[in-house]
């Protein structure tokens, strides 16, 4: 039997109109389905507006001193309503239901938490490390370009090479005309070194090469123009 | 005690004009009203609030005792409409069937479609 089925049985039973088989079904059914006792308990709320709907009429003083009478002598079930209504608040059970419910939410929030802050705490490790590391780096870069400089013959030409971030790159020509490229910082890639010459728009490739895992690269160039035609040279990673 | 005097004042008038309504006699209506104060406050415990009204429950055990009187001695009723014969009558959809001979499925249908209208309205009651 479906959802739908069991509701229509619900509308007859609020009347109390539903056949024993109906009603036993829709009872064992709604042990296990909250929506259809919902729509029950919904359908019976309906029906007592039929009641509701009636005009009041008094009923006389000596039936409410009988009742008082009567229910003074009768065994009291545990509760008046309203205490019924107090109790529904404070139910252990409800109580104990949503202190766990809250310490489950509560813990599981701190959990994720804790390994969000461990997983920052991380991450800012890593970047001091990598700052070191580029700040050492730096001071090695500029010192081998000083070696350089100072190990080359007089009237050696120099030129800082445009390249990729963190790639730092140097050729050098001397009187002969014989030149050297020089890399540090560079990822491991293939390169390709270009020249700009003064009255020619376009560069020129003059060295294709790889770069491992070292990160530098040393290679004498052979096929550069003349030294006073030379601008600038550019390096890119392909 | 307090409490429960100030719930028969409350819901007294309500009850027995629907006790009135089912079993049609006044004595036999305050005999059922009494009946049904004495129930409450026994069975007060059994009340919860979730799954309706405090009037609602107390309409529902009214209705229980006036029914149960009414079919130990009947009372011939006027009512053409299945809806009051089911609810104040006590009478099931066959026997609606016969007394307005009409075919049960039709009388069944037309008690749903009742109730889905009285839910409706009890919907826009509580906006």
Known sequence: MTHDEFESIAALDALGAASAEEE????QHMETCDSCRRARDEFVEAASLMARDLDSVAAPAEARQRTMENAENVEVGE??????HRRFAFRPWWLATAALLFLFLWGWRELGIRAAREKIASRDAEINQLTIENARLGEQVARLSREASELAPPGTKSFAVSAPPVVSARV??????QALLTITGA???????WVIQLEQPKPQNVATFEV?????????LQRLPPLKSIKAFSLTAR | MAAFEQLYDRYSAAL???LLRIVGIPQSAQEALEETFVEVRQNADRFDPL???EAAWLISIARRRGIERLRARPVPSRAADPMQLAYFDGLSPSEISERLSEPVDRVRDSMQLEMRKLRDRLRALRQ
């Open chain 2, 51 to 53: 799954r309706g009204s």
């Open chain 1, 24 to 27: 036993s079904a829709l009872r």
């Open chain 1, 212 to 220: 491992g895992r070292s990160g530098q690269k040393t290679i004498p």
């Open chain 1, 79 to 84: 509760t008046t309503l309203a205490e019924a």
């Open chain 1, 172 to 177: 050098s020509i001397n009187p002969q005309g």
């Open chain 2, 16 to 18: 027995y004009a629907l």
């Open chain 1, 187 to 193: 990822p491991p890639n293939t390169y390709k070194l």
